[in-house]
Every structure is written in structure tokens, then in C-alpha cells.
């Protein structure tokens, strides 16, 4: 055992973290579905020894820093890692395993879809990796951009003139939203003659908040703020399950990851009160309206992605919340962990909820009586992954909403405890809608498909880490600290 | 006025022009094309913004290639969309969209 751990930290696992996905991609392209079927497993299995190796080696040795090909700052590409992306890129190789297994049998070897399915999904997982690897700014540009236009790719798996045009609107607001951080990114090279994220900050004026504002609104589209939220719903409820796990467990995190890093490293001097204050504003009417929508979804999938749209908001709770010394810590923590326990509680939703669509044979909420019954263990899964988003104990998103409770309390902000606390009541409303309805008595009418094992089970799975982050928070924590911009502990 | 700062106010000129096309219309080719325009006006700000001190900086040229290879895929891909859609549906623009607007 102490072989295996002073080898795992001894490895720099860094590139091991950006080659197999990418090789596996552009072998899945070229050698076709059959192959990338065989290839998907080992991989995946790769990517999440490397993302743990790393996250234990950045615990006990630190922020890791690696040159690209042996070429330094100035002039080559330098990777880093401190806790903060160990910790997203742990998510992003577990959530990616669950998320393969289920696909090796939700697409069957001759599925169409399932050509483009394995080498797509390989580049979305590469490009997110090097986005939370990148440390200069035009570097994430690009990992953006990589990551965006796999993911509108996969959203266009789904045939028909709907999915085509839910792709279209999802391309056609993902590239708004790097062109706006582009110009940022211009701005500041104009201004600074730099574009390294370590040691670079913006001073208090107005080119400062022009290049703000600018970056703001571009990853606040890109990750689907309200009120530019329009194009997630079509998309993530019209992709195929594991599509739309992907979408709404991850690639969102993604930009919200970059904005936390901006606001936090290069903004923190230009920051006012105001600005912090209308994204939480922002946040606010993102949990109201996005369960208020939730509530009148009759598709089930429609539904879980206008939970995604709610959940955004506690994301950006975090902004006003860091903005005064007592309690950033514990909002910085929090918005996190929120993150963190979203990603796994919401892949397990979607998963699951693709095995119930198998089952029933469509969608519409009203007419799932019955599945509780047929599929108890799923109806389970669902409870539980609800638990972690409603945030009761003793799950992930109780400990993200305590944290965040906390730095309200301390900072004195009491308004936005009572956003979480009308937002939690609502997501209970919501998801007890489905749950209630599972549990009723067979329709006379329907007939069940038993859907494969690998479907329910990949997603329990993923139910049970969104159920353990709440039980071993101390040692996420521990590691979220490592290279964190607020250090100090609070009392 | 230096020619740097005047490439850099021309490129937020341009990309103000592709923004307002780009919400303005609402068929995609047009949409696409004041995308391409938007990340022509981001390109000029980056190579020109970063020439104030007299001197050529090298370091933008090489950002801007690769943002044209980004760009040009990212309209490869949108044209391709745009063409299914069209196949699809018959129409250029998004649903709920009128043509006219």
C-alpha cells in the first residue's frame, strides 16, 4: 500500500492527464467506433489513476508546475495544478469513467451515434483536462474554444431538425462567449505585455473594468447564467443521456472554473462591491427562475436541465460572498464544493434518467407511475443524487450549502440566505414531483423494457461519490487549500 | 495618434459591427459572418494594442494564427450546422427566428 502511494505521488502525472485523451480521439476518428469501444475503458481507467496520483501529489508536495516539452514560460507552454484544479480534474475522470461505462452499453457497437459519441467525448475530456492544466490566458482561449466546439458536436449526436437547432444555438452562444473573452484577453496583452495568470493583476480604472465586464459576460454565457441561460435547456435535454451528463456535470464547470480563477487572480485589485454583488444578484434569480421553470417541465429530461440552470446559480453566490474577509474562505469552499457536488449528483441525475426513458420508453413525467417498481434501484439512485442537490445532509450539497450559509452569516449578508433557503424548497418541490410520481401504481397500459445493468449501476455509483463528498469533506478540503487564494483558517 | 493605437481602435470599431450584426439578424449565414468579422476586430486589437512601445512584439502574431485556425474551424463547423439545418427543415434560421427581423 505504501509502494502504491510513493509511487503515485513520485509520478509526474501531468501529461498522462492530456495524451491518452487526445491520442484516444484521433484514433477514434481514424480507426473507427470498433476500436474506440476497446480503447475507451483502459483509458478512462488511465485518466482517473492519473487525476488521483496528482491530486495526492499536489496534497503532499504542493502546487505542481510542468513545461511543456521542456520549454518554459516565456516562450513554451507551462502547465500547473494546484488543489483547486486536482480537484476539477478528479472530477472530470471519475465522472468521465461512469460516464464511459454507461455509454459502452447505452450505444450499441453499430449505433450511428456512437461513431461520433467515443472520439468526441475523448476531445471534450482532453480539452477540459489542458483548461484546468492551462496557467496563461490565451492558452484557455484556445481549450475553450476546444471544449465548446466538441461539446456543440456532441449535442448534434441527436438527429432531427431540434437537436440540429439546439446545437446551432449552443455553437452560436459559445462562440459569442469566447469572442468576448478573446477581446479581453487582447486587452490585457495590450495593456500588461502579458498573459501569464501567475503575477499578472489588473489596476482599479476603466480599462480595468471594460476588460472585466468583458470576460465576465463572456464565460457567464458560456456557462449558462441567468438570464443567458436560453440556449442549456434545448441542448442538454435534447442530447442522448450520457451527452447531456457530460454537459451539465462538467463542461459548465469548466468556465465557471476560468471565471473563478480570473476574478480571484487577475481581477481581485479592480474588483468593487457593486460588480461582486449584481453576479450574486444574477445568481439569485438564477435558483428562482431556473426551479420555477423546472417545476413546469412535463419532460423529464427538460426538467433536470432546468435544475442545471438553478444549481448555476449557487455558483455565483460565491462572488459576494468572498467579497468581505470574514467568511471568503468559507464562500470560496463552498462555491466549490457546490461545484463539485453538482457535477456528481447531476451526472448520476441524467444517467439515471436516460436508464427510465429506456424503461418507459419516453419521457413525460406524468405518465412514469410504475418505475419505482421496475427499477428500484434507479428510483433509489434518483433519491439520492436529489439529496445531495436539495442539499440535506448528509450529502456534498448539504456541506456547499452549510459553507455557504456560514460566509453569509459571517459577512453579515443575511439576503442570500434566504435565496438558498426559498431555492432549496423549490429544487425539493421539483425533483419530489418525479420521485412521487415513479412510486405510483402501474398505469394499466404501459409495458417496461428492462434496461441494461450498466445504465443504473454507473449511475448509482456516481450517486454514492456526490453522497461520500459530504461524509469526507475534511480531506477534500485539505486539498482544495493547496495554492488556494484565501488561506487563512476560519475560527 | 499612432498607427498601433489606430489598428486597435478600428478592431473594437469592427468588432462592435460584427456584435450588433450578430444579435441583429437572424439568418445564420449572416450570423456567421459578423462572427467572422467580430474575430477579425479582436485580431486587430491584439496585434495593434501590443505595438505602442514602436517596437513589432512577435508574441500577438502567433496568438492571432492560431485564432484564425481556431476561427475557421469554428465557421467550418457552424456552415456545416447550418447546411443540415437547412436540409432538416428547410429553413436558415433558428426556430422562433423570423427572417425579416
Same mark, same amino acid.
Given at each position: 500500500?505504501?509502494?502504491?502511494?510513493?509511487?503515485?505521488?513520485?509520478?509526474?502525472?501531468?501529461?498522462?492527464?492530456?495524451?491518452?485523451?487526445?491520442?484516444?480521439?484521433?484514433?477514434?476518428?481514424?480507426?473507427?467506433?470498433?476500436?474506440?469501444?476497446?480503447?475507451?475503458?483502459?483509458?478512462?481507467?488511465?485518466?482517473?489513476?492519473?487525476?488521483?496520483?496528482?491530486?495526492?501529489?499536489?496534497?503532499?508536495?504542493?502546487?505542481?508546475?510542468?513545461?511543456?516539452?521542456?520549454?518554459?514560460?516565456?516562450?513554451?507552454?507551462?502547465?500547473?495544478?494546484?488543489?483547486?484544479?486536482?480537484?476539477?480534474?478528479?472530477?472530470?475522470?471519475?465522472?468521465?469513467?461512469?460516464?464511459?461505462?454507461?455509454?459502452?452499453?447505452?450505444?450499441?457497437?453499430?449505433?450511428?451515434?456512437?461513431?461520433?459519441?467515443?472520439?468526441?467525448?475523448?476531445?471534450?475530456?482532453?480539452?477540459?483536462?489542458?483548461?484546468?492544466?492551462?496557467?496563461?490566458?490565451?492558452?484557455?482561449?484556445?481549450?475553450?474554444?476546444?471544449?465548446?466546439?466538441?461539446?456543440?458536436?456532441?449535442?448534434?449526436?441527436?438527429?432531427?431538425?431540434?437537436?440540429?437547432?439546439?446545437?446551432?444555438?449552443?455553437?452560436?452562444?459559445?462562440?459569442?462567449?469566447?469572442?468576448?473573452?478573446?477581446?479581453?484577453?487582447?486587452?490585457?496583452?495590450?495593456?500588461?505585455?502579458?498573459?501569464?495568470?501567475?503575477?499578472?493583476?489588473?489596476?482599479?480604472?476603466?480599462?480595468?473594468?471594460?476588460?472585466?465586464?468583458?470576460?465576465?459576460?463572456?464565460?457567464?454565457?458560456?456557462?449558462?447564467?441567468?438570464?443567458?441561460?436560453?440556449?442549456?435547456?434545448?441542448?442538454?435535454?435534447?442530447?442522448?443521456?450520457?451527452?447531456?451528463?457530460?454537459?451539465?456535470?462538467?463542461?459548465?464547470?469548466?468556465?465557471?472554473?476560468?471565471?473563478?480563477?480570473?476574478?480571484?487572480?487577475?481581477?481581485?485589485?479592480?474588483?468593487?462591491?457593486?460588480?461582486?454583488?449584481?453576479?450574486?444578484?444574477?445568481?439569485?434569480?438564477?435558483?428562482?427562475?431556473?426551479?420555477?421553470?423546472?417545476?413546469?417541465?412535463?419532460?423529464?429530461?427538460?426538467?433536470?436541465?432546468?435544475?442545471?440552470?438553478?444549481?448555476?446559480?449557487?455558483?455565483?453566490?460565491?462572488?459576494?460572498?468572498?467579497?468581505?474577509?470574514?467568511?471568503?474562505?468559507?464562500?470560496?469552499?463552498?462555491?466549490?464544493?457546490?461545484?463539485?457536488?453538482?457535477?456528481?449528483?447531476?451526472?448520476?441525475?441524467?444517467?439515471?434518467?436516460?436508464?427510465?426513458?429506456?424503461?418507459?420508453?419516453?419521457?413525460?413525467?406524468?405518465?412514469?407511475?410504475?418505475?419505482?417498481?421496475?427499477?428500484?434501484?434507479?428510483?433509489?439512485?434518483?433519491?439520492?443524487?436529489?439529496?445531495?442537490?436539495?442539499?440535506?445532509?448528509?450529502?456534498?450539497?448539504?456541506?456547499?450549502?452549510?459553507?455557504?450559509?456560514?460566509?453569509?452569516?459571517?459577512?453579515?449578508?443575511?439576503?442570500?440566505?434566504?435565496?438558498?433557503?426559498?431555492?432549496?424548497?423549490?429544487?425539493?418541490?421539483?425533483?419530489?414531483?418525479?420521485?412521487?410520481?415513479?412510486?405510483?401504481?402501474?398505469?394499466?397500459?404501459?409495458?417496461?423494457?428492462?434496461?441494461?445493468?450498466?445504465?443504473?449501476?454507473?449511475?448509482?455509483?456516481?450517486?454514492?461519490?456526490?453522497?461520500?463528498?459530504?461524509?469526507?469533506?475534511?480531506?477534500?478540503?485539505?486539498?482544495?487549500?493547496?495554492?488556494?487564494?484565501?488561506?487563512?483558517?476560519?475560527? | 495618434?499612432?498607427?498601433?493605437?489606430?489598428?486597435? !481602435?478600428?478592431?473594437?470599431?469592427?468588432?462592435?459591427?460584427?456584435?450588433?450584426?450578430?444579435?441583429?439578424?437572424?439568418?445564420?449565414?449572416?450570423?456567421?459572418?459578423?462572427?467572422?468579422?467580430?474575430?477579425?476586430?479582436?485580431?486587430?486589437?491584439?496585434?495593434?494594442? =501590443?505595438?505602442?512601445?514602436?517596437?513589432?512584439?512577435?508574441?500577438?502574431?502567433?496568438?492571432?494564427?492560431?485564432? !484564425?485556425?481556431?476561427?475557421?474551424?469554428?465557421?467550418?463547423? =457552424?456552415? !456545416?450546422?447550418?447546411?443540415?439545418?437547412?436540409?432538416?427543415?428547410?429553413?436558415?434560421?433558428?426556430?422562433?427566428?423570423?427572417?425579416?427581423?
Amino acid at each position: 500500500m505504501s509502494h502504491l502511494h510513493a509511487w503515485l505521488v513520485a509520478v509526474d502525472w501531468i501529461p498522462w492527464l492530456l495524451g491518452p485523451p487526445l491520442a484516444h480521439a484521433t484514433l477514434a476518428f481514424l480507426l473507427g467506433p470498433r476500436l474506440a469501444r476497446l480503447l475507451a475503458l483502459p483509458v478512462l481507467v488511465l485518466g482517473l489513476v492519473a487525476a488521483s496520483g496528482l491530486a495526492l501529489r499536489v496534497l503532499e508536495l504542493g502546487p505542481q508546475v510542468h513545461a511543456l516539452g521542456g520549454w518554459g514560460a516565456p516562450l513554451g507552454i507551462e502547465l500547473y495544478a494546484d488543489g483547486l484544479a486536482a480537484l476539477m480534474l478528479w472530477m472530470t475522470a471519475a465522472i468521465g469513467l461512469a460516464v464511459g461505462c454507461y455509454s459502452l452499453a447505452f450505444f450499441s457497437a453499430d449505433d450511428r451515434r456512437g461513431t461520433y459519441f467515443w472520439p468526441l467525448a475523448a476531445f471534450l475530456i482532453g480539452a477540459m483536462n489542458a483548461l484546468y492544466l492551462s496557467a496563461d490566458l490565451f492558452n484557455l482561449y484556445v481549450t475553450l474554444e476546444l471544449m465548446g466546439l466538441a461539446a456543440v458536436g456532441l449535442v448534434a449526436l441527436s438527429s432531427g431538425a431540434a437537436a440540429l437547432a439546439a446545437a446551432l444555438r449552443y455553437l452560436l452562444a459559445a462562440l459569442l462567449g469566447s469572442l468576448l473573452y478573446l477581446l479581453g484577453v487582447a486587452l490585457v496583452y495590450g495593456n500588461q505585455g502579458s498573459l501569464a495568470l501567475a503575477g499578472l493583476s489588473l489596476e482599479a480604472n476603466l480599462l480595468s473594468s471594460l476588460i472585466i465586464a468583458l470576460m465576465t459576460l463572456g464565460l457567464a454565457i458560456k456557462t449558462a447564467l441567468f438570464p443567458l441561460h436560453f440556449w442549456l435547456p434545448p441542448a442538454h435535454g435534447g442530447a442522448p443521456a450520457p451527452v447531456s451528463a457530460l454537459l451539465s456535470a462538467l463542461v459548465i464547470k469548466a468556465s465557471f472554473y476560468l471565471l473563478l480563477r480570473l476574478w480571484f487572480e487577475l481581477f481581485l485589485p479592480a474588483i468593487n462591491l457593486p460588480a461582486a454583488q449584481f453576479l450574486g444578484l444574477l445568481g439569485a434569480g438564477a435558483i428562482l427562475w431556473g426551479s420555477w421553470l423546472a417545476l413546469q417541465q412535463r419532460e423529464l429530461k427538460m426538467l433536470v436541465a432546468y435544475s442545471t440552470v438553478a444549481q448555476v446559480g449557487y455558483l455565483f453566490l460565491l462572488f459576494p460572498l468572498a467579497s468581505f474577509a470574514p467568511g471568503a474562505e468559507a464562500a470560496w469552499n463552498g462555491g466549490v464544493y457546490h461545484a463539485l457536488s453538482h457535477g456528481f449528483a447531476k451526472a448520476a441525475m441524467f444517467l439515471v434518467a436516460g436508464a427510465m426513458l429506456f424503461a418507459a420508453g419516453h419521457g413525460e413525467i406524468r405518465r412514469l407511475g410504475g418505475l419505482g417498481q421496475q427499477l428500484p434501484l434507479g428510483m433509489f439512485t434518483f433519491a439520492l443524487a436529489s439529496v445531495s442537490l436539495m442539499g440535506l445532509p448528509p450529502s456534498g450539497g448539504f456541506i456547499a450549502k452549510w459553507l455557504l450559509l456560514e460566509a453569509a452569516l459571517a459577512s453579515g449578508q443575511w439576503w442570500w440566505i434566504l435565496v438558498m433557503m426559498v431555492g432549496g424548497l423549490l429544487s425539493a418541490a421539483y425533483l419530489f414531483r418525479v420521485l412521487r410520481q415513479a412510486f405510483l401504481p402501474t398505469p394499466a397500459d404501459t409495458r417496461f423494457r428492462r434496461p441494461p445493468a450498466m445504465l443504473v449501476g454507473s449511475a448509482f455509483l456516481l450517486s454514492l461519490v456526490a453522497l461520500g463528498l459530504g461524509l469526507w469533506a475534511n480531506g477534500t478540503l485539505a486539498l482544495l487549500r493547496v495554492g488556494a487564494p484565501f488561506t487563512e483558517m476560519t475560527p | 495618434m499612432t498607427g498601433g493605437l489606430f489598428y486597435a !481602435i478600428t478592431g473594437v470599431l469592427l468588432f462592435c459591427l460584427g456584435l450588433y450584426g450578430f444579435i441583429q439578424h437572424a439568418h445564420l449565414l449572416r450570423r456567421i459572418l459578423a462572427f467572422n468579422i467580430m474575430g477579425s476586430g479582436c485580431f486587430l486589437v491584439l496585434v495593434g494594442l =501590443a505595438q505602442r512601445g514602436g517596437q513589432v512584439d512577435p508574441v500577438p502574431h502567433a496568438l492571432v494564427l492560431t485564432g !484564425i485556425v481556431v476561427a475557421v474551424s469554428a465557421t467550418a463547423f =457552424a456552415l !456545416i450546422l447550418m447546411r443540415q439545418l437547412y436540409v432538416e427543415s428547410g429553413h436558415c434560421t433558428l426556430p422562433g427566428e423570423d427572417e425579416e427581423s
